[in-house]
């Protein structure tokens, strides 16, 4: 399974950025889809995930700002972010899971102006 991100860039504080990506290769029992995040000197952080029936679970820091979504039919996962602020300004990676095995996008850079 091969992953291609796009979508990331520079916005200020109160901006919108959408991230996409889209899965390709062995892409047959993809089930769930997400989005990680890494900001400088921490720790990578789940920011959102969605099942194949569409089921999403965020976290706390994005919930009400962010939202995922999937295309099934393009192999595709999205994140619609909304009111950006500074601290989520990270590097953003996709991830798909099929058969228990996790497969990881290349990252995009995200950063948020004050």
């Known amino acids: 399974v091969q992953l291609q991100a796009s979508g990331g860039g520079l916005v200020q504080a109160g901006g919108s950025l959408r991230l996409s990506c889209a899965a390709s290769?062995?892409?047959?029992?993809?089930?769930?889809m997400g989005w990680y995040r890494q900001a400088p000197g921490k720790q990578r952080e789940l920011v959102a995930r969605i099942t194949s029936g569409g089921s999403a679970n965020y976290a706390d820091s994005v919930k009400g700002r962010f939202t995922i979504s999937r295309d099934n039919a393009k192999n595709t996962v999205y994140l619609q972010m909304n009111s950006l602020m500074p601290e989520d300004t990270a590097v953003y990676y996709c991830?798909?899971?099929?058969?228990?095995?996790?497969?990881w996008g290349q990252g995009t850079l995200v950063t948020v102006s004050s």
């Open positions: 991830v798909v899971y099929r058969s228990s095995v996790s497969y």
């Open positions: 290769g062995s892409i047959f029992s993809i089930n769930a």
